[in-house]
């Protein structure tokens, strides 16, 4: 079955950086374009950015785009989101989703299984 596990959250200081990981399995990882969503208890939930099975980024949220970076490995079935500068606005769960059946190279158009996530806390 599809799975997701994420790690690399934790509590950091405004300004300062993390690193997420996101190891999937169950699927053919390199056929799939992944994205990272951030969740907030009582907000509706965020998409951030994707990439590509090739590697292209597109970013959803305008207020990531020049903090946050977004990587692949598919030797590792791995995806990073690498995020600096991070602001108290960022604290959330954040996961992990594969693009769905129906185009699954591509970033955008539907998601199907997602991660249970890893916290951030962004706080003096």
């Known amino acids: 079955q599809v799975q997701f596990v994420e790690s690399g959250g934790g509590l950091v200081q405004p300004g300062g950086s993390l690193r997420l990981s996101c190891v999937g399995s169950?699927?053919?990882?390199?056929?799939?374009?992944i994205a990272w969503y951030r969740h907030t208890p009582g907000k509706e939930s965020e998409g951030l950015l994707c990439?590509?099975?090739?590697?292209?980024?597109?970013y959803y949220l305008d207020s990531v785009e020049g903090r946050f970076t977004i990587s692949r490995d598919n030797a590792k079935n791995t995806v990073y989101l690498q995020m600096n500068n991070l602001k108290p606005e960022d604290t959330a769960v954040y996961s992990c989703?594969?693009?769905?059946?129906?185009?699954?190279?591509?970033?955008?158009?539907?998601?199907?299984?997602w991660g249970q996530g890893t916290q951030v806390t962004v706080s003096t």
């Open positions: 169950g699927f053919t990882f390199n056929d799939h374009a």
């Open positions: 990439i590509s099975p090739s590697g292209s980024t597109k």
């Open positions: 989703a594969k693009a769905g059946p129906s185009f699954p190279w591509l970033c955008g158009h539907e998601y199907d299984y």
